[in-house]
């Protein structure tokens, strides 16, 4: 099946410090989200982002299909980003809109 | 708009009980539901797939008659872990599309955190 790896796995910035989250998946895609899941486990929509490029506010993505990779990039961070960034893909010839899920990036921002 | 709700958030069971957990789109109707598990400081794993008014489809290694899921309306989708075990304790998360065919997001809801004692 599909493989999603995220880097880096882990990642400590200093309060106002931008930064670029990696997502690489082994196989073309039809879909692809970028959440942030909060310290209580809630997962928060970012962007939908099959392809191109989105903003919003400090976060912007952007993902070439073509080359098997998506980017999120934060910038000037405050602590209330700090919590986990996932990218999830939804694998073509899947028969649903399933998503199968990238291994995460553990993010601390320092006050 | 789009929001999914779960209940209960957390629940403590004793072992080989069984326990159920609703998943419910609020504002929208969800052709499509998603389930899964989330062990500590891991990822999520999809688990099934259900769609309204049909039988689920269960992920490789995912036991059916141990996860039975329910999607009976199109705003709620259930989970039953039957005969829970303590490996079974994990944080179970639902996920609900807003539209059917074309491309489309997941919703997801808040989580419950499942522990059997």
């Known amino acids: 099946g599909i493989q999603v790896e995220q880097s880096p796995p882990d990642l400590i910035l200093q309060e106002g410090a931008n930064s670029t989250l990696r997502c690489n998946f082994s196989d073309s895609v039809n879909n692809l989200q970028w959440f942030h899941q909060n310290p209580w486990g809630q997962l928060i929509n970012l962007f939908y982002i099959p392809s191109g490029t989105k903003q919003n506010g400090r976060l912007s993505a952007t993902t070439v299909a073509t080359e098997r990779y998506s980017l999120l990039y934060i910038s000037s961070s405050q602590t209330t980003d700090s919590g986990v960034y996932f990218c999830?893909?939804?694998?073509?010839?899947?028969?649903?809109?399933?998503?199968?899920f990238g291994t995460g990036t553990r993010l601390k921002v320092l006050a | 708009g789009a929001v999914v709700s779960q209940h209960p958030s957390w629940v403590i069971c004793k072992s080989g009980t069984s326990v159920k957990i609703e998943c419910r789109s609020l504002?929208?109707?969800?052709?499509?539901m998603f389930w899964y598990r989330q062990f500590p400081k891991q990822s999520l794993m999809l688990m099934a797939t259900?769609?309204?008014?049909?039988?689920?489809?269960?992920e490789q290694g995912v036991e059916k008659d141990k996860f039975l899921i329910n999607h009976a309306s199109l705003t709620l989708s259930t989970l039953t872990v039957t005969s829970a075990h303590p490996e079974d304790s994990s944080f179970y998360i639902c996920?609900?599309?807003?539209?059917?065919?074309?491309?489309?997001?997941?919703?997801f809801g808040p989580g419950t955190r499942l522990t059997v004692t």
């Open positions: 996920s609900a599309s807003l539209l059917a065919g074309g491309p489309i997001e997941q919703y």
């Open positions: 259900s769609n309204e008014g049909s039988k689920a489809t269960y």
């Open positions: 999830a893909v939804g694998p073509p010839r899947s028969g649903t809109y399933k998503y199968i």
């Open positions: 504002d929208f109707q969800a052709t499509t």
